[in-house]
């Protein structure tokens, strides 16, 4: 990862610390008390309460973090076994077609919808044409009308 000035500073080898590249430091993750670290983003797991994808997002938005981008494979894994075990779900996630119609993009990092996808079948619908946030269900994740309440899961990327 760059910074702002384009140089490598640091990047991320294991689960408990970012790791500075030229002196191999391992420097401690700053994760808010109620956040979990995980490969170079905080994150805050939402399994008591359900919101709708406008208040679970401002509700990250307080802890200055957005809603999950959820970008790899491992990462889904990650998330899915804080809540499917124990039958928490739906959950929402930082994705959106709000701004064009079927051009999905994470919330949280402004970047386009990659290559990992794992939707329910026949999903993405837009069912009612107003399908345009996104839920994990356990059997994979479904545009959701905005109304739709859901546990939720928030992200803090550090570097
Ligand atoms: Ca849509
Ligand atoms: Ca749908």
């Known amino acids: 990862m760059e910074d702002n000035n384009g140089?490598?500073?640091v990047y991320t080898l294991s689960n408990r610390c970012l790791i500075e590249k030229f002196s191999n430091k391992c420097l401690p993750a700053k994760c808010g008390k109620d956040q979990k670290y995980w490969e170079g983003s905080c994150y805050y797991f939402q399994r008591t309460i359900k919101m709708t994808w406008y208040y679970a997002r401002k509700n990250c938005s307080k802890q200055t973090m957005t809603l999950i981008s959820l970008e790899t494979e491992r990462e889904y894994e990650f998330v899915k076994k804080s809540?499917?075990?124990?039958?928490?779900?739906?959950?929402?996630?930082?994705?959106?077609?709000?701004?064009?119609?079927?051009?999905f993009y994470w919330e949280g990092t402004g970047k386009i919808l990659g290559s990992f996808t794992s939707w329910q079948p026949g999903e993405p619908n837009n069912q009612g044409l107003r399908e345009n946030q996104v839920h994990i269900n356990i059997n994979g994740w479904n545009d959701i009308d905005k109304n739709l309440p859901s546990y939720w899961?928030?992200?803090k990327i550090l570097i």
């Open 7 to 9: 140089k490598f500073r």
């Open 83 to 103: 809540y499917f075990q124990d039958k928490k779900f739906p959950v929402l996630i930082g994705l959106t077609d709000e701004n064009q119609e079927g051009e």
């Open 153 to 155: 899961v928030c992200e």
